[in-house]
């Protein structure tokens, strides 16, 4: 299995809620190594950008809304096997469906307000990450 990088946000629910500290430590406690960190406010158009391809869906603008409620957590991690290995630490997008232990099933509310996102693919993680890090943190 090879080395990767993906994406990770902590939503701005978890960061409300004072929830940063114990999600990255379940997700440290899985072998994964934080590249880069920063805390960050969405504006809108970052938000629209990055969901762009959720455009039309009836849950749409309500997403964005919540993106940009509060500041988010924007993290590159690196493992090997990342992309897969932190969806199965996530947990299903609705926290009532999500396997015990996962992050969503630990601390999220509702499916949008289930804490956390992740990349669901390698190419969507690379993109993600350029999206927010630039292409020097797609870089080993």
């Known amino acids: 299995m090879s080395l990767e990088r993906t994406l990770f946000i902590v939503k701005p629910d978890a960061v409300r809620r004072n929830l940063v500290g114990r999600i990255l430590a379940h997700v440290e406690a899985q072998d994964f190594r934080i590249v880069e960190a920063r805390l960050a406010r969405l504006t809108r158009e970052e938000a629209q950008t990055f969901y762009a391809e959720h455009l ?17 957590l924007l993290v590159c991690l690196e493992r090997e096997g990342a992309v897969a290995k932190l969806r199965q630490v996530v947990g299903a997008t609705d926290p009532a469906l999500a396997a015990p232990g996962t992050v969503r099933k630990l601390f ?33």
């Open 56 to 72: 039309g869906k009836p849950f749409f603008n309500d997403l964005v809304e919540y993106m940009t409620s509060g500041p988010v």
């Open 108 to 140: 999220g509310e509702s499916k949008q307000s289930n804490s956390v996102h992740a990349s669901d693919s390698p190419a969507s993680s690379a993109r993600e990450v350029r999206f927010y890090f630039g292409t020097a943190a797609l870089v080993r």
